[in-house]
């Protein structure tokens, strides 16, 4: 007996949907909700970026269930497959993403999906604990050599050498950045590695005679704080 291929397509349509478990669909949305509230618990505790988005933490529980939801379709059957790949080609995302680690968290939330949506429960678990593990020992991990910019105005050019004196001597590097030069006062970016995080540093800088006002913030080469 010979099969065209439209008998073809909707024999597997027939046999997929009949053999299609309601306690795997209903498994593997549970685990993708409980997976993407531990994925969201490891964003909102790793976060060191500018501004937190409470949206974005949540949205990666949505994304996690939907896309297991897109692989149990696409695996249930062929023709469904076709159709939702189809339908996704044509999405466009615009939103920006602001910080290289939501990059990360959005692939993250995808592959876990994919995985749960495949059925292969152990693989989401067993990988989401290893890079969760991962996420807080490195995303947290602060060390003494933090960079930080220093911006300072200053009357005259001895004045600009008083202060370079105290950065050689209370640093442990540094580095001219610019110089900006008015008739009045010069402004001056250094980049420095403090030998200790105090406050004391920048306070001392400011106390000196001819200096109008100097800012310190810390800088990780991505953004400013």
């Not at 696409?74 to 990059?103: H, Q, Y």
């Not at 593990?133 to 050019?157: G, Y």
Request: hydrophobic share 50%; with cysteine.
């Amino acid at each position: 007996m010979t099969y065209t291929f439209n008998d073809i397509l909707k024999l597997s349509f027939l046999e997929k949907i009949t053999t299609f478990s309601v306690l795997d669909m209903v498994l593997a949305l549970g685990m993708a909700f409980v997976l993407g509230l531990f994925i969201y618990f490891i964003y909102k505790k790793s976060f060191n970026g500018v501004m937190y988005s409470a949206n974005f933490g949540l949205s990666l529980i949505a994304i996690c269930m939907i896309t297991s939801v897109v692989i149990l379709t696409i695996s249930s059957n062929v023709i469904l497959s076709l159709g939702m790949v189809g339908a996704l080609s044509i999405v466009r995302f615009r939103t920006a993403i602001k910080e290289p680690m939501d990059i990360a968290f959005l692939f993250w939330t995808i592959a876990v999906g994919i995985v749960l949506g495949a059925g292969l429960i152990p693989l989401a678990v067993f990988s989401s604990l290893v890079i969760g593990l991962v996420l807080m020992l490195f995303a947290n991990h602060k060390t003494s050599d933090t960079p930080f910019i220093l911006v300072v105005n200053c009357d005259d050019d001895q004045t600009e050498q008083e202060i370079q004196q105290y950065i050689e001597e209370n640093t442990k590097s540094y580095a001219l950045k610019s110089k900006s030069l008015t008739k009045d006062h010069a402004e001056i970016t250094f980049e420095v590695r403090l030998k200790e995080i105090s406050s004391q540093f920048v306070n001392h800088i400011a106390d000196m005679p001819g200096v109008k006002n100097a800012v310190l913030v810390s800088y990780n080469g991505e953004y400013m704080s």
